[in-house]
């Protein structure tokens, strides 16, 4: 828009009383309109063309104006009318109607927040500025465009909440996970025509207590650390053992004693921070196998360790729905040592979560390498991709209760 105004007039706005106005613009303005009619020029050959030529009006307040009026604007309220004399044997006035452009009108409102608490808002949708910097108020105003968005912290956590875990403060959550392990490891030697097929149900009950605490939200900073606890419980199993001669027809089957097994003993530390785009975790895990022991020369147990730290950034952050893309490293050592040498593995993976209407589709891509190089362990250098679809539900209306 140009900064010289083409002309300038004064009127007196009155509230739901329709008044028509006629400004007239400059006449060497017109002028050239009309030689460039009668010479035929380019521009006036197609309406794109012309639109470039003549892009519009703007019809711009006084900087003391303190009134916010409307035009209304549609073929017959709003013209640009041409008018000049045809010169033949008498002068006959004419008049040439340009019709305004609809599709193109619009009204624009500018405002000033210089030295106000708005101070700091930048347009965009993302430059979002939290409450904590606006004395915890909130800003409402027709034809500025500032949006007040509300967070519920932890809304989207009461589903889950409700099922296995109690909120006893308002950021302190605690909870219990009960299940079973059940499996069944099966081994058969074969020598000749003889076969020896060692057959182990085993059951056990596993319990999981678990904590978690949200500190208060400040700057739009969130941070929340949890910890979780499984107890090392035995595992229980049913042994038999079958033998089969198919040269002699012989069978024998009976129970063989094994040696006793348990859970593993789990602790787990984790800390998150999120913001409005970010969330960064790190946690640690420790198991506990000190309990079990061996029945194989050379391999026994070894307590793991394993640290991990991740991230996901979050493109548009105040949509119910958003890509995401995340990362991970994480460390640690196998559960087994053969001949006294260690195994530590290092994993690397990322990842994006694409929604499609109500389902996400997410794909990955993971790598994983054992660390010690000796050749008398076992070696493994891993690369795998992810696929994963998740199918999600429209909630209507009629299934809220």
């Keep these: ?13 009155r509230p739901d009383e329709a008044e028509v106005h006629e400004i007239r613009l400059p006449d060497e303005w017109g002028q050239q309109l009309l030689d460039d009619l009668v010479n035929q020029e380019e521009y006036l050959e197609t309406q794109e063309d012309f639109k470039r030529e003549f892009p519009g009006l703007a019809f711009v307040p006084d900087a003391t104006g303190q009134c916010i009026s409307g035009f209304l604007v549609n073929d ?11 010169v033949s044997t008498e002068r006959t006035e004419q008049e040439i109607t340009f019709s305004v452009n609809t599709e193109y009108a619009y009204t624009g409102i500018q405002h000033d927040c210089t030295d106000s608490p708005l101070s700091e808002v930048q347009s965009g949708i993302e430059n979002y500025v939290h409450s904590t ?3 915890h108020k909130a800003y409402l105003q027709g034809l500025t465009g500032y949006y007040n968005q509300l967070e519920f912290l932890y809304l989207n956590d009461l589903q889950d909440a409700g099922q296995n875990a109690v909120r006893l403060t308002r950021g302190l ?14 081994q058969s030697e074969t020598q000749e025509s003889a076969t020896v097929e060692y057959e182990s ?21 969130r941070w929340s650390i949890g910890a979780v606890f499984a107890p090392s419980l035995p595992l229980a199993h049913d042994n038999t053992l079958t033998y089969d001669n198919s040269s002699t ?15 593993p003993l789990h602790l787990g530390l984790g800390v998150a921070l999120g913001t409005g785009h970010w969330l960064l975790t790190a946690e640690y895990n420790y198991t506990d196998w000190s309990r079990n022991t061996s029945s194989h020369t050379g391999i026994g147990y ?10 996901c950034y979050t493109l548009y952050p105040r949509r119910p729905r958003s890509i995401e893309l995340m990362t991970g490293i994480g460390y640690g050592n196998s559960y087994i040592h053969m001949r006294g040498r260690k195994m530590n593995y290092l994993e690397a993976s990322a990842g994006i979560s694409i929604p499609i209407r109500y389902s996400y589709l997410s794909v990955g891509v993971s790598w994983r390498q054992q660390m010690n190089r ?27 209760k």
Aim: glycine letters at 8%; aromatic letters at 8%.
């Design 1 to 13: 828009m140009e900064t010289t105004p083409v002309c300038s007039f004064t009127y007196r706005p």
């Design 133 to 135: 910097s606006l004395a």
């Design 249 to 263: 027809s012989e069978e024998l089957e009976k129970s063989y004693h094994e040696q006793q097994q348990y859970l």
């Design 302 to 311: 070894e307590n793991q360790h394993r640290m991990n730290l991740g991230g």
């Design 374 to 400: 000796d050749s008398r362990v076992m070696q493994e250098c891993r690369w795998s991709l992810d696929l994963n679809l998740t199918f999600g539900e429209r909630i209507s209306k009629s299934k809220i």
């Design 173 to 186: 959550s605690v909870g219990i996970q009960l299940g079973m392990v059940l499996g069944t490891v099966t």
């Design 76 to 86: 017959s309220s709003m013209c640009l009318t041409l008018r000049y004399h045809e």
């Design 201 to 221: 149900k085993k059951r056990a009950f596993h319990a999981e207590l678990g904590l978690h605490y949200d500190f208060p939200s400040r700057q739009g900073t």
